[in-house]
């Protein structure tokens, strides 16, 4: 663990006084306590998007409970104490992992679930310490996938799967911390999405991250209606290996210095927009919590209308930002108008556009057929006759233009011949004899 995370605060105990009445002058001076040095949880002290992103505050209205956050991942380890109460139900879709989906599946990627989940509603120890999620009281809902070429099921067929899943076990939020690299998508997510969002789900995607390749943002991403999240530093700035840009973000959040549970319990430190969009989804719980009768689109609207600007982002949203920072205490308190739509696009109206358009109806002819004279019958074929023996058409179109020209020409030919010799004779005739 890093030495920044184990450092110690000193905090100064308060000092309750008891005792009868005594007469004023003899007040006795009162003994201040001794001061108390108690050691700030160094893991608690590293998560520092709970104050830079107002979580503390945003607890004074409600930590979530109630809620329920699907995390179609790798799977939720059930092994670490962070989760024992977290999780209310779960699946595989993958074919490799186990029917509750708390096996981590994978191999490269086994503890990204955890992660992911512990970012969203992990539970602290009972003394209080340890890492809390942003939403430590609301439900999950373990999904597990298999992101590799091991997987038993297609991966778009997973993904659609999970989200039909999660919606009818009711989730609230839907959190998809992972990309395609490409900006379309399988055809199959089309209804799966719809259906999350036609049952008012908030479904709030990763950007994807540059360091991994990344360099668009990508499906689920570029899906109209979900709510797209960038990542930025410790400064607020937008992160240039742990986020990709683009326009389809909407919001920003941590996405560089992260904490996570692993499967086996132990803390790791991580980046991505994968760990920005649970922090996002965690402040979804809270919202829908605070808010039970607002519809998704109106969450998504609150996150984005109470973002914290960045200096310097005049026009929203903006590719590296979105609309702002993600502020948990606004998005729960702030006074925020109601809108009647999704502020995220409607996937409905895409989809028949792209999709399904209808076809152009033909024009209906107002002129009838023209009618047309019959050809005249073919000739009848021509007996066969010997090749050896000339026919009609060879003499007439053949032998007798052969003759016309040829004849002619052998006489003049002849005529000229015969002149040169006689003049040759007279020459020869008029010469002198030597």
Same mark, same amino acid.
């Given at each position: 663990?890093? $030495?920044?995370? +184990?450092? @110690? %605060?000193?905090?100064?105990?308060?000092?309750?006084? &008891? !005792?009868?009445?005594?007469?004023?002058? =003899?007040?006795?001076?009162?003994?201040?306590?001794?001061?108390?040095?108690?050691?700030?949880?160094?893991?608690?002290?590293?998560?520092?998007?709970?104050?830079?992103?107002?979580?503390?505050?945003?607890?004074?209205?409600?930590?979530?409970?109630?809620?329920?956050?699907?995390?179609?991942?790798?799977?939720?380890?059930?092994?670490?104490?962070?989760?024992?109460?977290?999780?209310?139900?779960?699946?595989?879709?993958?074919?490799?992992?186990?029917?509750?989906?708390?096996?981590?599946?994978?191999?490269?990627?086994?503890?990204?679930? $955890?992660?992911? +989940?512990? @970012? %969203?509603?992990?539970?602290?120890?009972?003394?209080? &310490? !340890?890492?809390?999620?942003?939403?430590? =009281?609301?439900?999950?809902?373990?999904?597990?996938?298999?992101?590799?070429?091991?997987?038993?099921?297609?991966?778009?067929?997973?993904?659609?799967?999970?989200?039909?899943?999660?919606?009818?076990?009711?989730?609230?939020?839907?959190?998809?911390?992972?990309?395609?690299?490409?900006?379309?998508?399988?055809?199959?997510?089309?209804?799966?999405?719809?259906?999350?969002?036609?049952?008012?789900?908030?479904?709030?995607?990763?950007?994807?991250?540059?360091?991994?390749?990344?360099?668009?943002?990508?499906?689920?991403?570029?899906?109209?209606?979900?709510?797209?999240?960038?990542?930025?530093?410790?400064?607020?700035?937008?992160?240039?290996?742990?986020?990709?840009?683009?326009?389809?973000?909407?919001?920003?959040?941590?996405?560089?210095?992260?904490?996570?549970?692993?499967?086996?319990?132990?803390?790791?430190?991580?980046?991505?927009?994968?760990?920005?969009?649970?922090?996002?989804?965690?402040?979804?719980?809270?919202?829908?919590?605070?808010?039970?009768?607002?519809?998704?689109?109106?969450?998504?609207?609150?996150?984005?209308?109470?973002?914290?600007?960045?200096?310097?982002?005049?026009?929203?949203?903006?590719?590296?930002?979105?609309?702002?920072?993600?502020?948990?205490?606004?998005?729960?308190?702030?006074?925020?108008?109601?809108?009647?739509?999704?502020?995220?696009?409607?996937?409905?109206?895409?989809?028949?556009?792209?999709?399904?358009?209808?076809?152009?109806?033909?024009?209906?002819?107002?002129?009838?057929?023209?009618?047309?004279?019959?050809?005249?019958?073919?000739?009848?074929?021509?007996?066969?006759?010997?090749?050896?023996?000339?026919?009609?058409?060879?003499?007439?179109?053949?032998?007798?233009?052969?003759?016309?020209?040829?004849?002619?020409?052998?006489?003049?030919?002849?005529?000229?011949?015969?002149?040169?010799?006689?003049?040759?004779?007279?020459?020869?005739?008029?010469?002198?004899?030597?």
């Amino acid at each position: 663990m890093p $030495s920044s995370i +184990a450092a @110690l %605060a000193v905090i100064a105990a308060s000092v309750l006084l &008891t !005792g009868a009445a005594t007469p004023p002058a =003899e007040t006795p001076t009162p003994t201040p306590s001794p001061t108390v040095e108690k050691p700030i949880d160094p893991i608690r002290a590293a998560e520092y998007w709970l104050d830079g992103a107002r979580v503390h505050d945003a607890w004074k209205t409600t930590r979530g409970e109630g809620v329920k956050i699907a995390v179609i991942d790798t799977g939720i380890a059930q092994g670490p104490p962070a989760f024992r109460d977290a999780v209310s139900g779960g699946t595989d879709v993958s074919g490799t992992g186990t029917e509750d989906g708390r096996t981590p599946v994978g191999t490269i990627d086994i503890n990204h679930g $955890s992660w992911v +989940a512990s @970012l %969203a509603a992990a539970r602290p120890e009972a003394d209080g &310490t !340890g890492m809390i999620g942003v939403a430590p =009281e609301a439900e999950l809902l373990s999904i597990s996938v298999n992101f590799g070429a091991s997987a038993a099921v297609p991966f778009t067929e997973q993904i659609a799967n999970a989200m039909r899943w999660a919606v009818d076990h009711g989730a609230d939020v839907i959190n998809l911390s992972f990309t395609t690299n490409t900006l379309d998508w399988d055809g199959s997510w089309d209804d799966a999405f719809l259906y999350a969002f036609e049952h008012d789900v908030v479904v709030v995607v990763a950007a994807g991250n540059r360091g991994s390749g990344t360099s668009i943002v990508g499906a689920p991403a570029t899906i109209p209606g979900v709510l797209t999240v960038g990542g930025v530093n410790q400064h607020g700035e937008a992160s240039v290996e742990a986020s990709t840009q683009g326009i389809t973000i909407g919001i920003s959040a941590p996405s560089e210095g992260l904490l996570g549970i692993s499967a086996d319990g132990r803390m790791a430190e991580w980046d991505g927009t994968s760990g920005a969009a649970p922090i996002v989804a965690g402040v979804a719980a809270l919202v829908r919590a605070a808010h039970p009768d607002l519809s998704a689109g109106n969450v998504i609207n609150r996150i984005l209308k109470t973002a914290i600007p960045v200096e310097g982002v005049d026009r929203v949203p903006d590719p590296l930002y979105g609309y702002g920072l993600i502020d948990a205490n606004a998005a729960v308190t702030a006074p925020v108008a109601s809108v009647d739509a999704d502020p995220a696009a409607d996937l409905e109206e895409w989809i028949r556009v792209f999709r399904r358009a209808e076809t152009v109806p033909q024009p209906t002819p107002t002129i009838g057929p023209v009618a047309v004279d019959p050809l005249p019958a073919a000739d009848p074929p021509s007996e066969a006759g010997s090749p050896l023996l000339p026919s009609a058409q060879t003499l007439l179109y053949g032998t007798l233009p052969l003759i016309m020209f040829t004849v002619p020409g052998i006489l003049v030919a002849l005529g000229v011949t015969a002149a040169a010799r006689r003049i040759r004779s007279a020459r020869a005739q008029r010469t002198p004899a030597p």
